[in-house]
C-alpha cells in the first residue's frame, strides 16, 4: 500500500512512512530519503551537529566578541579574542606611582561585565567600578593609596611634634605619625624630647633654668642672689692642670702672668679652682 508514497524526496515521509524531516529552529529538506538541514533561522546556529539548530544568538546581528559578558559572534564562546584597550586612556596611571604600570582585564563584577583597571595590591579602589580609584586614601600607612604622587596626603600633621599634654618639664614630646589602625595619626611619644628626670609637681625648683615642679612657671623663687649662684654651679668645673710638679712660688708666679693670683686658691698640687667651686 505504501509504493504511492514518495519517500526519496517527501519531507512529510522521508525515507519511510510518517518520517517528517523536521529541524528544530531549521529550514530541512528531504533528500535521497535523508533529512538534510539546509540553514538555520535567523538568530539560531547548529553548534551540537545534532539536527536542528539549538542555540539561539543572544546578539543581532552578529558582530565582533567585545567585553560585555555576550556571545557576540554567536560561537558559543563568550568575551574571546579580544584585543586589550590601551589602559592609560582608561586609568590612572601617574608616573612614579604605584599605577604606573597598570593594566587592563575584562571581568565580570556584580553582574556587570566590562574591561576593569587591575591596580596593584595597596592602592584603594572599588573594585566594581572600571575606573573605581579613591578620589583620596583612607589608610594611613607610608604608601600612595590613591596614585596621586603624594603618601599619606590626606593627614597633613605627619611628621609634626607634638606632646602628652603635661607641663613644664614633665612633657613628654614625640612627633605625629601613623596611628596601628592606619586609620589616622597619633603621637609617637618614644621619640625625644623626654620628661626631665625627677621633674614632678612634688620636685622642687631649682634656679636652673628648668620648670622642675611643672606649673609652667621656671625658677620661681629664685633671686639675683640665687641667679648668680645658679649661673656660677652651671659653669663646668674650671681645672687648670700643669704638665710637672711646680713649687707655690712658681705656681704664683705664673698666675700672676694671668693677673689671677687674687681669684685663684692653690687646690692640691697642680690643680686650682674657682672659689666658689
Not at 528544530?24 to 539536527?51: H, M, R, Y
Not at 639675683?224 to 649661673?231: E, H
Request: glycine letters at 10%.
Amino acid at each position: 500500500m505504501d509504493e504511492t508514497f514518495d519517500f526519496t524526496n517527501n519531507p512529510r515521509h522521508c525515507g519511510g512512512c510518517d518520517q517528517v524531516c523536521q529541524g528544530e529552529n531549521a529550514e530541512t529538506a528531504c533528500e535521497d530519503s535523508t533529512c538534510v538541514i539546509k540553514g538555520c533561522f535567523p538568530g539560531f546556529v547548529d553548534l551540537d551537529q545534532a539536527p536542528g539548530c539549538e542555540y539561539q544568538c543572544p546578539a543581532s546581528p552578529l558582530k565582533d566578541e567585545e567585553c560585555n559578558g555576550i556571545d557576540d559572534d554567536c560561537d558559543g564562546r563568550t568575551d574571546e579574542g579580544l584585543t586589550t584597550p590601551n589602559a592609560a586612556a582608561r586609568c590612572r596611571h601617574l608616573a612614579g606611582t604605584p599605577c604606573a604600570n597598570v593594566t587592563l582585564e575584562c571581568a565580570t563584577r556584580e553582574g556587570l561585565t566590562t574591561w576593569f583597571c587591575k591596580y596593584p595590591s595597596g592602592v584603594q579602589y572599588d573594585p566594581v567600578v572600571p575606573d573605581g580609584i579613591f578620589p583620596e586614601e583612607t589608610l594611613c600607612d607610608g604608601f600612595d593609596n590613591d596614585c596621586d604622587g603624594q603618601v599619606d596626603d590626606a593627614w597633613p600633621e605627619l611628621g609634626n611634634t607634638c606632646d602628652d599634654g603635661k607641663l613644664g618639664a614633665c612633657a613628654d614630646g614625640g612627633k605625629m605619625v601613623c596611628a596601628p589602625d592606619k586609620t589616622g595619626t597619633t603621637c609617637d611619644l618614644s621619640l625625644a624630647p623626654d620628661p626631665v628626670p625627677g621633674a614632678g609637681a612634688a620636685a622642687n625648683e631649682l634656679c636652673n633654668g628648668i620648670d622642675d615642679n611643672c606649673n609652667m612657671t621656671m625658677d620661681e623663687g629664685c633671686g639675683p642672689a640665687n641667679d648668680l649662684c645658679s649661673s656660677a654651679r652651671n659653669l663646668a668645673s674650671l681645672i687648670v692642670s700643669e704638665d710637672a710638679e711646680f713649687s707655690d712660688a712658681a705656681a704664683t708666679r705664673r698666675l700672676s702672668l694671668h693677673g689671677a693670683s687674687g681669684d685663684l686658691k692653690p687646690h692640691r698640687r697642680g690643680l686650682f679652682r674657682l672659689p666658689f667651686s
